[in-house]
C-alpha cells in the first residue's frame, strides 16, 4: 500500500531536474543556464521524463543509445527534418510545438522541443536541438 501512495505522489510531484540529475553537473555552463531557464522547473509530470532525458544529454559528454553506433559526422539535418514534418502532421504536436514557439527563452524553447521530439521517439530531431542548446549555452 505505501508503494502505491509512494507512486500516485510522484505522478503528481512538479518536475525538479535539480533533484532527479546527478550534482555531478552543477558547474557545467549549460547545465547552470538550463536550471535558470524558470519554465524547466514548471513541468506537468507527464513531460517529465523526456525533460529529464534531455537534460542528462544535454549536459553529458557520453554518447547516448542508438547514437552510439553513428559515425562522427553528427546529426542527420535531413532525418531530423523528415522526423519533425511528421510530428508536426499530427494536430496536437503541432499545437503545443505552437505552444512552445510563443516561450520567451530560447534555450527553454529548444529544450521543450528537445524533450518533445525525445517523447515522440524523433530522435534525430532531438539531437539536432540539443546541439542548437549548446550553442545557445556557449558549450561544444
Same mark, same amino acid.
Given at each position: 500500500?505505501?508503494?502505491?501512495?509512494h507512486?500516485a505522489s510522484d505522478a503528481? +510531484?512538479?518536475?525538479?531536474p +535539480?533533484?532527479q540529475?546527478s550534482?555531478?553537473?552543477e558547474? &557545467?555552463?549549460l547545465?547552470?543556464?538550463l536550471?535558470? #531557464?524558470v519554465?524547466?522547473k !514548471?513541468?506537468?509530470?507527464?513531460?517529465c521524463r523526456?525533460?529529464i =532525458?534531455?537534460?542528462k544529454?544535454a549536459? #553529458?559528454?557520453r554518447?547516448?543509445?542508438?547514437? &552510439?553506433?553513428?559515425?562522427?559526422?553528427?546529426?542527420d539535418? !535531413?532525418q =531530423?527534418? &523528415?522526423?519533425?514534418? &511528421?510530428? @508536426?502532421?499530427?494536430? +496536437?504536436?503541432a499545437?503545443?510545438l =505552437?505552444?512552445?514557439? !510563443?516561450?520567451?527563452?530560447p534555450?527553454? @524553447?529548444?529544450?521543450?522541443? =528537445?524533450a518533445?521530439?525525445?517523447?515522440?521517439? +524523433?530522435? #534525430?530531431?532531438?539531437?539536432?536541438?540539443?546541439?542548437k !542548446?549548446?550553442?545557445l549555452?556557449?558549450?561544444p
Open positions: 500500500m505505501s508503494s502505491t501512495l507512486a503528481t +510531484a512538479p518536475c525538479d +535539480a533533484r540529475i550534482v555531478t553537473h558547474g &557545467q555552463p547545465w547552470k543556464a536550471l535558470e #531557464s519554465g524547466i !514548471a513541468l506537468q509530470p507527464d513531460k523526456s525533460m =532525458a534531455v537534460l544529454m549536459t #553529458s559528454a554518447v547516448h543509445g542508438g547514437s &552510439q553506433l553513428k559515425t562522427s559526422t553528427g546529426v539535418a !535531413a =531530423a527534418a &523528415q522526423e519533425e514534418s &511528421q510530428l @508536426r502532421a499530427d494536430a +496536437a504536436v499545437a503545443e =505552437a505552444s512552445i514557439s !510563443a516561450l520567451p527563452d534555450l527553454e @524553447r529548444t529544450m521543450r522541443e =528537445a518533445l521530439f525525445h517523447g515522440k521517439g +524523433a530522435y #534525430s530531431a532531438r539531437d539536432l536541438r540539443l546541439v !542548446a549548446r550553442e549555452a556557449g558549450t
